[in-house]
């Protein structure tokens, strides 16, 4: 109920202030969830991240088949869809123009750049554009908190997990050494954590926030991405502009789920 | 109205001071702290500047760096700075209008290969009705103080080329003076600071033909310590970033050390006491 009364308390404080325009893009592998999480954005049950251009059904009737969310498709390269963002900041609200730009996990293999060359000078300078890149990540099979009852065949070997970092870390250095905010998402958080725990440790309140921005940060990467933190310092010291920042994210969980776009919000 | 320009190399914490500045009454606020001094933010900019202190230094973020600007596109950032007269009821009035730059501005002094814009910059910062220039520097290695004392060397000769050497009044601060290296010479900064670590810098300054009585030294701390008598910085370095990103370890024990003495020196011409 606080919380609820919280958010009706920023929202009559929302007054008609610039709109500030932005790219931010996703990027990943296949079937992390890219997509899966930026149209759990626009469900219209939200917390201090709203949607305001875009409605949910809308969306959710062109992305889904037969009850699943299609693949992004590979020949386009881009999906690009421009999305009014209004997040509650500790200073108020503020309303961002975002140009999201998903991108298909088909992109990342050597073999469809080689097929694509233009497609992917695309991409690439669209990724170098971007105010702000999520990069999202699945969970590995040996995690000790997966969830028994997944398939772990699913997911990546902690080996491949880890290769396939040290690969992001080295496009992010050579290809993004001018990125301003990378963001790391370790995605799919409710098969292998605690949710609603997470989220009383995580979860953002605007006026009486448990834990910093650095401290979340801190908290995710000693708990869940303890195999690559030298990794983590490396792409940091090479891009030129914010510290990465990692969050676990999930379309099960709002406030999870709104946290790398407050941030990005608060920093862009 | 003074205007006034910042300079330094980057993320040497210009914008952040700024921040501190504009946060700065509901800081005291929060503390419960009675000070001579009321910092009113005036206009939208310096307001962004509040919000910016709210939105990303409170719940421990960094500052993104700022962008290179012309003179025209920089923000500028009103203050009113009450400063209650000891013994009297009286009221003194400071209005100012500061313009921070980017740290690459300052970086690219040092090579001599000064590129066409930043000149254009330099040279609108050197106009005749901007009162004073605070040089903010955030290292003491002493690589350094090379750096340092070439791009002085440098903005010196602007200095000449637009006749601003008798004038122009120049605040020295090292910031971040938070850290353990730094926090005991703040006292006398031109000897423990200055002196110690930056010689050559301050040599540049003091050999020059610049007018002496228009220098000053001075040590500040955005972040400040934890407490009276807990010293401890009250921030933490970020990995990776070799100390040059840090963040408020204790959020709600912020409280600055110096914000307002170089100001108020550059209005002035007047020195106070610290902490204040």
Redesign the interface.
């Known amino acids: 109920m606080i919380e609820l009364l919280n958010i009706l308390y920023y929202y009559s404080k929302i007054n008609c202030e610039e709109v500030i325009t932005l790219g931010i893009i996703y990027i990943g592998d296949r079937a992390t969830g890219k997509t899966s999480l930026a149209l759990e954005l626009t469900n219209p049950k939200y917390n201090y991240v709203r949607i305001t251009n875009c409605q949910y059904q809308d969306l959710k009737d062109k992305l889904f088949r037969d009850g699943e969310i299609q693949p992004t498709a590979a020949l386009n390269s881009l999906y690009e869809n421009s999305l009014q963002v209004e997040v509650q900041l500790p200073a108020g609200a503020k309303n961002l123009s975002v140009n999201w730009v998903d991108t298909p996990g088909e992109v990342w293999r050597k073999s469809w750049r080689k097929d694509n060359p233009d497609n992917w000078q695309k991409l690439l300078n669209n990724i170098q554009e971007s105010e702000g890149i999520i990069l999202v990540l699945p969970p590995y099979r040996e995690m000790p908190s997966l969830n028994s009852s997944v398939d772990s065949s699913l997911f990546p070997t902690k080996e491949q997990w880890c290769q396939r970092f040290q690969r992001w870390v080295n496009f992010f250095q050579f290809e993004c050494p001018k990125a301003q905010q990378i963001t790391i998402c370790l995605n799919k958080a409710d098969l292998f954590c605690n949710i609603e725990k997470e989220e009383s440790e995580l979860g953002y309140h605007p006026r009486h926030n448990r834990k910093g921005w650095f401290e979340r940060h801190s908290y995710v990467k000693q708990r869940y991405f303890k195999v690559v933190q030298t990794q983590l310092d490396q792409i940091s010291s090479a891009t030129e502009g914010a510290p990465v920042r990692c969050f676990i994210t999930t379309i099960h969980n709002r406030s999870l789920l709104e946290l790398p776009w407050l941030y990005l919000a608060s920093q862009l | 109205m003074g205007n006034l320009v910042i300079i330094g190399p980057r993320s040497s914490g210009k914008t952040t001071y700024l921040c501190a500045l504009a946060y700065w009454p509901q800081r005291q606020a929060a503390l419960h702290h009675q000070s001579i001094f009321d910092v009113d933010p005036i206009g939208e900019d310096s307001e962004n500047l509040?919000?910016q202190a709210?939105?990303?230094i409170?719940?421990?973020?960094?500052l993104?760096?700022t962008k290179v600007l012309t003179f025209s596109e920089m923000a500028q950032y009103q203050f009113q700075i009450k400063v209650k007269k000891k013994f009297s009821n009286k009221t003194e009035l400071i209005n100012l209008v500061v313009r921070d730059s980017a740290g690459e501005l300052f970086d690219n002094l040092a090579s001599g290969n000064i590129n066409p814009d930043h000149e254009e910059i330099y040279q609108d910062f050197l106009r005749k009705d901007v009162v004073g220039c605070l040089i903010l520097l955030g290292d003491w290695q002493k690589e350094d103080d090379e750096d340092y004392s070439a791009s002085i060397k440098n903005f010196l000769s602007f200095l000449d080329q637009y006749d601003r050497n008798h004038d122009l009044k120049i605040a020295l601060a090292m910031s971040k003076c938070e850290r353990g290296e730094l926090w005991t010479g703040r006292i006398d900064p031109y000897l423990d600071i200055f002196g110690a670590h930056l010689s050559q810098t301050r040599l540049v300054l003091e050999k020059s033909n610049f007018n002496q009585k228009n220098l000053e030294f001075f040590a500040i701390s955005t972040f400040g310590v934890l407490a009276r008598n807990d010293p401890r910085p009250n921030r933490?370095d970020?990995?990776?970033?070799?100390g040059k990103?840090s963040?408020?370890r204790e959020?709600q024990k912020w409280k600055p050390y110096n914000l307002i003495a170089p100001l108020y020196w550059l209005s002035t011409g007047k020195k106070l006491g610290a902490n204040v």
């Not at chain 2, 409170?58 to 960094?62: A, Y």
């Not at chain 2, 970020?238 to 070799?242: A, D, I, L, R, S």
Request: glycine content about 10%.
């Open positions: 509040q919000k709210k939105n990303v409170m719940p421990q973020e960094s993104q760096g933490r970020e990995p990776g970033k070799k990103w963040v408020l959020p």
